[in-house]
């Protein structure tokens, strides 16, 4: 297959596949504008179209992927101005997350189906951010990356304010301020990094750093600035806060997006910049970046229990699990990096099904009231084994996806301090108190509603959009080492660089 | 040493833009006498010919190495070229906004072209001025224009209030700044920049010499609406009829940023450890005041002004941050800013009702669901004002930005982070009104030239800069490399 494809820019196209279905559907929409059922549906057709055959050209680039291979592949390079350069090429890591973000979407859109309200507006922002969320994976040059990193949220505050939930307004707003001063604090360091090594490479930047290093007191603002972005983006305690509100108010498949691959973001750029190139701030901050996490996932675990609100439940079993993540990355041990990646794509897969369950009763019902349900598996079967599925995954059952990344991320902390590792594996055991009393509150019982008598179960748009999750859960789950190999070359060789340059 | 004649003689042909402008004022004014304000639409057209093709042929005929004209009143360089291409470009778009919309109101009156090819000519003089007489000449010649601009509809109370405010205002600043040139003169001994340059390098002056060259900062200042010289700025914008707004928020801003850079990386190169505080201090309250001013504003165009207040505050970061990248950074800044800042102008004026132009951030409500091609024009360009990525005002921000990491000034750039983070919020304040919020009633269908203008300054945010920014940056570069 890979023959197929040799010499083409496949990740240029991979990338802006998405932006030109949009394009397709702005000349399409010329015409045709206007309060017009069949048009409405065109335009989501094409929107599925256009997302399914980007999965197909990721899978593509996936087969022209060396698994084993070294550094950065794919390359593509055309100058550019400013010093930068229109730079592409993937890693084990970045290639994973580009093929959960194309697995991912067109499940969006058909989660989407449901919406009347300016179509064709919704799917032109839908693919214009994909794209920018390919663009991040795909990016190595660090202007590049920046301009795709930041031009994510424009797409997303619309999507929020126009089709959220009653308080869609102050999330957006709150959404969109709190990820940008993280940001533009980050371009600072940006700048300061690009004059210093002479590169806005990440290549180079990343050759720089293991040969001669930035200097140790200079990386403390860098960390400081690129973890005010990142840690806002994961997001990471104290700054978790624009996320339970964002979640909760955003369309069902902004949500999905937003929990699956947006959230990737930030524990990809400690990955990508963080660890390597500033490995002895890195080092130093380590226990301070141990005890957010663990607050993280003993808090929002907590915290979580107490919702009414399933979105805002599943919001902070996020931030919840992202401790995980930082855990899992700071630890900087090869286990620790591998779970670390691995909990990120279960998460993705997880978190985005859980968002979807809850977008199936929303649908039907219009409430995210936890009260309001009750009883669900009298009338919906087939949902209540599906959610059933995906919230045991979320508490971490060995079988399901949830469990890998959680224990190795466990793992590598448990080598560098045991006592983090033990309180991390608290929130083990809370995810499984508010996970399962929620799955208790919603599917068991009798049906205390009445309004619920009429509900149905899962239609065939729903089975189509849940199958794949499903397999994805169980596999990942059963057979870990498929992921595992495959992100092993990046992990090791990161993991090495970092414990080598320990101070 | 040349003969007067022959240096008048060797001088004309660096002189054409210039010339060429006075000629179209001065011909204008007849013909318009001759034949009255049905001339309106034909000098307009003319003038905005004449005012581009002013500034292309500064850029057409440039000179390989800086020039002295008029025995070194005037010099023609890279850095005022590429300032009179901008300047040239953006008050020949402006100029077709006003003709479109003072024939819809109404207000044709044949002096427009004529007041507005006067107003270029003394840019022009502005950011080609060698010595402190040009400079003041230059200045006045613009101002004087620009009054007449702002007070433009007469029988509107606000704009003559407009008018009357600018003037008086501008008058101080520019009593400020002949007194500050007066030390300049005392102290050195020479109105002439080369001579101030060698005595200033000789630490000839002292703090007499700062002292002047503060002065003259203050009311540079107030002429590119840097804060805490920026009171009249709000005031103008509401009240002067809309496409002048727009004049005023481009290519006099040009002018003004040019001369100052000119006039500290020139006569004053050598006192830089003087000046580059206040220029840093001008920055850093003007991003910061700019940003929350227009937090708390309602009316469309007196958040624009807070906007643009803001936005020198990024310019002058690239002027505080020494020659090796700042000018060019601010000349790239202006060059990205001005399309977004014009086209903002010209949907504004686009959208009307009832015979009126829309005036407060109500007013746009829900404008995504009644002209969803509009409502992505105004996004795009206000993302770009905003500095967001991926368009064009994000390339300034980083620009700016990176000159100033590197000339040290890091703090700089975390306030202008800052300060950039509360301008977004009043910028998604207006996206959200036209997003968001249910539609207002229904507006009149636009002009041509009006949605042409904005859709040129929307794809100019993003799709074409990919391609021409190598380009840009180039001849930013080859402007500053000629010049300083």
């Given at each position: 297959m890979s023959e197929l494809i040799a010499g083409w820019p496949i990740l240029s196209i991979l990338t802006f596949l998405p932006a030109a279905g949009a394009l397709w559907i702005l000349a399409a929409r010329g015409p045709m504008s206007g309060q017009n059922p069949g048009f409405d549906r065109g335009v989501k057709l094409i929107a599925l179209i256009v997302t399914i055959a980007t999965f197909v050209v990721s899978l593509f680039a996936f087969a022209a992927f060396d698994p084993n291979g070294e550094g950065f592949q794919l390359v593509e390079n055309i100058p550019w101005a400013l010093g930068a350069a229109y730079r592409l090429g993937v890693d084990q890591v970045s290639m994973s997350l580009i093929l959960l973000t194309t697995f991912l979407t067109p499940i969006c859109i058909?989660?989407?189906?449901?919406?009347?309200?300016?179509?064709?507006?919704?799917?032109?922002?839908?693919?214009?951010?994909?794209?920018?969320?390919?663009?991040?994976?795909?990016?190595?040059?660090?202007?590049?990356?920046?301009?795709?990193?930041?031009?994510?949220?424009?797409?997303?505050?619309?999507?929020?304010?126009?089709?959220?939930?009653?308080?869609?307004?102050?999330?957006?707003?709150?959404?969109?301020?709190?990820?940008?001063?993280?940001?533009?604090?980050?371009?600072?360091?940006?700048?300061?990094?690009?004059?210093?090594?002479?590169?806005?490479?990440?290549?180079?930047?990343?050759?720089?750093?293991?040969?001669?290093?930035?200097?140790?007191?200079?990386?403390?603002?860098?960390?400081?600035?690129?973890?005010?972005?990142?840690?806002?983006?994961?997001?990471?305690?104290?700054?978790?806060?624009?996320?339970?509100?964002?979640?909760?108010e955003a369309p069902t498949a902004a949500s999905v997006v937003l929990a699956a691959i947006l959230l990737k973001m930030g524990g990809y750029g400690f990955l990508r910049f963080s660890l390597p190139m500033m490995p002895d701030a890195s080092h130093f901050f380590t226990p301070f970046v141990f005890t957010l996490s663990v607050i993280a996932i003993v808090w929002?675990?907590?915290?979580?229990?107490?919702?009414?609100?399933?979105?805002?439940?599943?919001?902070?079993?996020?931030?919840a699990h992202m401790g995980f993540v930082t855990l899992g990355l700071f630890s900087g041990t090869e286990q620790g990096i591998q779970g670390a990646i691995f909990q990120m794509l279960s998460h993705g897969v997880i978190s985005g099904a859980l968002f979807l369950c809850v977008g199936v009763v929303y649908d039907r019902m219009h409430t995210r009231e936890i009260a309001c349900y009750g009883g669900l598996v009298n009338r919906m079967p087939v949902y209540a084994a599906i959610f059933m599925l995906f919230t045991l995954g979320n508490v971490g059952l060995p079988g399901t996806s949830g469990f890998p990344g959680e224990i190795l991320t466990m793992l590598g902390a448990f080598q560098i301090n045991a006592w983090f590792a033990a309180i991390a594996a608290t929130g083990v055991i809370l995810s499984a108190v508010y996970a399962l009393t929620l799955y208790r509150k919603v599917a068991f019982g009798n049906i205390e509603n009445p309004k619920l008598d009429a509900i149905t179960d899962l239609d065939g748009r729903e089975w189509v959009m849940f199958v794949p999750l499903v397999i994805a859960t169980l596999v990942m789950g059963l057979a870990p080492a498929y992921v595992l190999d495959f992100t092993a070359p990046s992990a090791q060789a990161l993991s090495q660089a970092y414990l080598g340059a320990a101070p | 040493m040349m003969s007067p004649m022959q240096d008048l003689m060797a001088s004309l042909p660096l002189a054409y833009p210039e010339l060429l402008l006075v000629g179209f004022a001065l011909v204008?004014?007849?013909?318009?006498a001759w034949g009255g304000d049905k001339t309106?639409?034909?000098?307009?057209?003319?003038?905005?010919?004449?005012?581009?093709?002013?500034?292309?042929?500064?850029?057409?005929?440039?000179?390989?190495?800086?020039?002295?004209?008029?025995?070194?009143?005037?010099?023609?360089?890279?850095?005022?070229?590429?300032?009179?291409?901008?300047i040239g470009l953006s008050a020949a778009a402006t100029m077709l906004l006003g003709?479109?919309?003072?024939?819809?109101?109404?207000?044709?009156?044949?002096?427009?072209?004529?007041?507005?090819?006067?107003?270029?000519?003394?840019?022009?003089?502005?950011?080609?001025?060698?010595?402190?007489?040009?400079?003041?000449?230059?200045?006045?010649?613009?101002?004087?224009?620009?009054?007449?601009?702002?007070?433009?509809?007469?029988?509107?109370?606000?704009?003559?209030?407009?008018?009357?405010?600018?003037?008086?205002?501008?008058?101080?600043?520019?009593?400020?700044?002949?007194?500050?040139?007066?030390?300049?003169?005392?102290?050195?001994?020479?109105?002439?920049?080369?001579?101030?340059?060698?005595?200033?390098?000789?630490?000839a002056g002292g703090v007499g010499l700062t002292f002047g060259l503060v002065l003259m900062l203050c009311a540079l200042g107030f002429k590119m609406s840097a804060a805490p010289f920026h009171m009249w700025t709000p005031d103008v914008y509401e009240g002067a009829p809309t496409p002048v707004t727009a004049f005023f928020a481009a290519a006099p801003k040009v002018a003004a940023v040019a001369l100052m850079t000119?006039?500290?990386?020139?006569?004053?190169?050598?006192?830089?450890?003087?000046?580059?505080?206040?220029?840093?201090?001008?920055?850093?309250?003007?991003?910061?005041?700019?940003?929350?001013?227009?937090?708390?504003?309602?009316?469309?165009?007196?958040?624009?002004?807070?906007?643009?207040?803001?936005?020198?505050?990024?310019?002058?970061?690239?002027?505080?941050?020494?020659?090796?990248?700042?000018?060019?950074?601010?000349?790239?800044?202006?060059?990205?800013?001005?399309?977004?800042?014009?086209?903002?102008?010209?949907?504004?004026?686009?959208?009307?009702?009832?015979?009126?132009?829309?005036?407060?951030?109500?007013?746009?409500?829900?404008?995504?669901?009644?002209?969803?091609?509009?409502?992505?024009?105004?996004?795009?360009?206000?993302?770009?004002?905003?500095?967001?990525?991926?368009?064009?005002?994000?390339?300034?921000?980083?620009?700016?930005?990176?000159?100033?990491?590197?000339?040290?000034?890091?703090?700089?750039?975390?306030?202008?982070?800052?300060?950039?983070?509360?301008?977004?919020?009043?910028?998604?304040?207006?996206?959200?009104?036209?997003?968001?919020?249910?539609?207002?009633?229904?507006?009149?269908?636009?002009?041509?030239?009006?949605?042409?203008?904005?859709?040129?300054?929307?794809?100019l945010?993003?799709?074409?800069?990919?391609?021409?920014?190598?380009?840009?940056?180039?001849?930013?570069?080859?402007?500053?490399?000629?010049s300083f």
């Open positions: 058909l989660a989407s189906w449901t919406i009347e309200k300016q179509v064709s507006a919704y799917m032109i922002l839908f693919l214009v951010l994909e794209t920018l969320m390919i663009g991040v994976f795909c990016a190595m040059d660090i202007i590049l990356f920046y301009l795709f990193f930041e031009g994510g949220l424009i797409p997303m505050f619309i999507l929020i304010g126009v089709w959220g939930g009653s308080n869609r307004v102050y999330a957006a707003f709150k959404f969109f301020l709190y990820t940008l001063l993280g940001s533009l604090l980050m371009l600072v360091a940006i700048v300061a990094m690009i004059g210093i090594a002479g590169t806005s490479s990440i290549p180079e930047l990343l050759a720089y750093a293991e040969s001669t290093g930035f200097d140790p007191n200079l990386q403390i603002w860098l960390w400081l600035a690129f973890f005010a972005s990142f840690a806002v983006k994961l997001p990471m305690w104290p700054v978790h806060t624009w996320l339970p509100d964002a979640h909760v929002a675990s907590l915290v979580a229990f107490r919702q009414v609100d399933i979105k805002k439940l599943i919001a902070y079993s996020s931030v | 204008g004014a007849v013909i318009g309106f639409g034909f000098l307009s057209g003319v003038g905005a010919l004449v005012i581009a093709s002013a500034g292309l042929w500064a850029i057409a005929d440039r000179p390989e190495a800086a020039a002295e004209l008029f025995q070194g009143a005037m010099v023609a360089d890279g850095f005022g070229v590429f300032a009179k291409a901008l003709a479109d919309h003072f024939r819809t109101i109404n207000e044709k009156r044949f002096e427009y072209p004529v007041m507005v090819a006067l107003a270029v000519t003394g840019m022009f003089v502005m950011v080609s001025a060698q010595d402190l007489i040009t400079l003041y000449v230059g200045v006045e010649l613009q101002s004087l224009a620009a009054y007449v601009l702002a007070a433009w509809r007469r029988d509107d109370a606000r704009s003559s209030e407009s008018g009357l405010k600018y003037f008086v205002l501008s008058a101080i600043s520019s009593g400020l700044l002949l007194f500050g040139a007066s030390f300049v003169y005392g102290f050195t001994g020479s109105v002439r920049f080369d001579a101030i340059a060698s005595a200033a390098a000789e630490g000119r006039v500290l990386y020139d006569p004053f190169a050598a006192i830089e450890a003087q000046w580059q505080q206040v220029v840093v201090a001008l920055s850093a309250i003007s991003m910061v005041w700019g940003s929350f001013g227009a937090l708390l504003q309602s009316n469309l165009k007196r958040l624009m002004a807070y906007s643009s207040i803001a936005n020198m505050g990024f310019v002058l970061m690239g002027i505080a941050s020494g020659a090796e990248r700042g000018p060019a950074a601010a000349l790239i800044y202006l060059a990205l800013y001005l399309p977004a800042t014009i086209g903002i102008f010209a949907l504004i004026l686009a959208m009307r009702r009832a015979g009126h132009a829309v005036e407060t951030v109500g007013d746009i409500a829900g404008l995504a669901q009644r002209r969803p091609w509009m409502a992505s024009m105004f996004t795009m360009l206000l993302f770009s004002v905003a500095g967001i990525p991926p368009f064009a005002g994000f390339i300034g921000k980083l620009l700016v930005f990176t000159a100033a990491v590197d000339a040290g000034l890091i703090w700089l750039a975390v306030v202008g982070a800052i300060a950039a983070v509360i301008a977004a919020a009043y910028y998604l304040r207006l996206l959200s009104t036209i997003w968001f919020s249910p539609p207002a009633a229904a507006l009149q269908p636009a002009s041509g030239t009006i949605v042409f203008t904005a859709t040129t300054a929307a794809v945010t993003f799709p074409v800069l990919v391609f021409v920014l190598g380009f840009l940056e180039r001849w930013a570069d080859w402007a500053v490399s000629r």
